[in-house]
């Protein structure tokens, strides 16, 4: 089933929302959660759509496989 505003987008462009996505870390950033507590190295995932300039960011927490998982769902 397709949502309403897919539709609409579908009627209006003539494709898919999303078909394909380039995939870029930035960083490592060094963060602190809360008070007093130890800095940690964090990355930047970057989602970016070449064909609507869409962009998405999300935080990783290493450079591994799982991190990127749980960053890109």
């Known amino acids: 089933m397709v949502s309403y505003t897919h539709q609409i987008h579908l009627a209006r462009i003539g ?9 870029d ?15 940690q190295k964090r990355y930047l995932c970057l989602f ?3 064909e609507t300039r869409a962009v998405h960011l999300e935080l990783a927490y ?3 496989t799982d991190s990127f998982l749980n960053a890109f769902f």
Request: charged share 15%.
């Open 48 to 50: 970016t759509c070449p």
């Open 62 to 64: 290493n450079l591994d």
């Open 25 to 39: 870390f930035v960083g490592p950033f060094m963060t602190k959660q809360g008070r007093g507590k130890t800095r």
């Open 15 to 23: 494709h898919q929302l999303i078909t394909h996505i380039s995939v």
